[in-house]
Nanobody, 113 residues
Framework: VQLVESGGGLVQPGGSLRLSCAAS????????MSWFRQAPGKERELVAR????????SYADSVKGRFTISRDNAKNMVYLQMNSLRPEDTAVYYC???????WGQGTQVTVSS
């Protein structure tokens, strides 16, 4: 099992980024997949989750209406579209398959003018 994130970077407040998570070694659509983030000095927190059944989604209150998690089953990919970014969204973002406790290496997102 391997998870590889990409798409992070530096963006101005109000901007957008799309994070990608490439899954290998398993079929991602068969599992719930999540995005977490960890800011300096803070605990890792759940940002968004997409379930395997009906692909229902859930979000942290702090990102509702701004972030969207999605899948591309043909590519075995999971995405996090982030709009209206704020400085408090600055963190390392991790893709995770919680069944089995698998994590990617993380991608840095910095929101700053």
């Amino acid at each position: 099992v391997q998870l590889v994130e990409s798409g992070g970077g530096l963006v101005q407040p109000g901007g957008s980024l799309r994070l990608s998570c490439a899954a290998s070694g398993f079929t991602a659509r068969d599992y719930a997949m999540s995005w977490f983030r960890q800011a300096p000095g803070k605990e890792r927190e759940l940002v968004a989750r997409i379930n395997s059944i009906a692909f229902s989604t859930s979000y942290a209150d702090s990102v509702k209406g701004r972030f969207t998690i999605s899948r591309d089953n043909a590519k075995n990919m999971v995405y996090l579209q982030m709009n209206s970014l704020r400085p408090e969204d600055t963190a390392v973002y991790y893709c995770s398959r919680q069944t089995g406790n698998y994590w990617g290496q993380g991608t840095q997102v910095t929101v700053s003018s």
